[in-house]
């Protein structure tokens, strides 16, 4: 699946020779065999789910769901609405401003996609390897509201508009409890950089953060309660509200470009639960502490036995999907479980319980290290060896600064 | 990004760059103010687009959480609750559009006249304490350690006055927001005077 860039970007080096070195061709088939990797998990993710959804909501509902398509179980039967859904007529309301109306299912796409992109599916089996990889991740799948808004306002539609209107209502106060219970983990964890974070949580179940402190522990389920609503499903969905709405944003949309909004909503579906998976569950780490320890040497074992190491991280990629998918499951689930909320309910669930449980929770973490290592002696309660890394590079920027600070002054006494 | 990675590095800034002045020409060019949003949001997110192609992870996604997923969805959710007809109209007349032009021009002359008076220093070269060993883009750690009050950036010898880093600034931004959401909470409560009869009344 994903080899890191710079391996890729080495093999073709080679591969290439001198002549168009100085191009960078390299970089760029690096990148393109990266982008079609990941355009493979971003368009599978939706394929796999959309029939997963009609199943699990057929035998909650003591039905059997999708039975014809592709034999056993149905499993092709998302490629035959898809194949139906190319086919059909691409509608634009002439109320509608067209321009905004057909690029608007793009914007949901796209923005759904970037977030996969800093998402690592295995240690160090990740597109774009970034310092604040959660920080970018939040950014971006924050600009699939626009997405969503632009589809309600330019339809031309009161339908459209009244469901674009909540959409945004709903997104600008669950971002905050969003960005806040993912901060959680990262008190304990000490870095943004996802890949990092995954790797801490090796050996064993206790070192997942969910089991790190009482704090994180209750912020998995909030994070999960406030990731569910910012994917709109239900409870949350009332952008769409079929009931009242129509279709919501997405009434006057047909065909294709209907289609990418579910795209959209199913890979940020897998997004969201992704990173729950890596900031609670322990990433691609399977929790069993010895599996855990084998994987962990076969993988950094990649100059002996190349096979070894890329076998350790193909099964640490199908233990992360696991995790996401289990994730993506559960808010099935909940969509055929809970009755749809009303809008003021939403908003007093966000702005008078989720926004202050989370902030308590962010508190809480905050002052949970320094009571444990008040309460056994210890200098710092932080795990390693990452907290120690860091407080190391504090004490030695101060350091150094207090030791130039002192060459400065006896420099100028000697002046 | 280096130099020599010309079809990566150039070709996508030259993309970028166009992207985003183009799409700044349409915002002032469109009529329609959702329009607007929609190509400020193209403009602001091919500003974060070159902030991430010059390797600063973090100010491009701070870019893209405050202006795309901030700023510009409250805009849009301000219009869509006041505009009086769907496809609110922004018409300027002729003189409106002369004035604006020579204030732009004006402007863009002031820029380009003070950028090229400004003596720009080399890049750090990242040598330091921290940053060494670190690969490109990795801006976060040194960036937080100067949020708390050290630079291990700065090499003193070098000639650089010691400085306490980011903190001050960071403590007198908050401030003035946490002032801002005062005033905001002020300025919206619900008057007293009008809330008291209507709970006489249903008591």
Redesign the interface.
Known sequence: MMLAAQSIAGFLEGLVGDTFSGWGIQHVLAAAIHAVLLVHAFALSPFLFIWLERKVSGRIQDRLGPTRVGGLFGWLQSLADGIKLVQKEDLCPPAADAMLFKSAPYFVCIASFAAFVVLPFSSGWVAVTADCGLFIILAVLSLEVFGIIMAGYSSGSKWSLFGGMREAAQMVSYEIPLAICALVPIVAAGSLNLGEIGGMQRGGIQNWFIFHDPFTFVAFFVYFVVATASCKRAPFDLAEAESELVGGFHTEYSGIRWSFFFMGEYASMFAVCGIAGILFLGGWNTGLGPIDELLYAARNNSVDSPIGSYLANVIGAFVFVLKGSAGVFVQIWLRWTLPRLRIDQVMTTCLKYLIPISCFLFLGATIWPLLLATATQRSSWTPEPLGARFAAEVQEAETTEAFERQALNDGEEIQ | MND??????QLLFAIFALATCLSAVAVVVSQ?V??MA?WL?ISL?STAALFFLADA??I???Q??IY???T???L??GV??TASS??LKIKSSPGETIIGGLLGLLFMFAVFSSLQGVEWPAPPTGDS??TAG??E?????PLG?AL?G???DLD??DGDT?STGYLLPFEIVSVHLLVVLIGAAYLARAKRKSAAPAEGLES
Do not use: K
């Open positions: 020599s990675n010309l079809l990566g590095g329609t959702v329009r929609f949001v997110g992870d973090f491009g996604a701070a893209l959480i795309v997923g901030g510009l969805i409250l849009v959710f869509m609750l769907p496809y304490a921290v670190s690969p883009g990795n801006t976060l750690r350690l708390l050290a630079r291990p003193l010898h010691l």
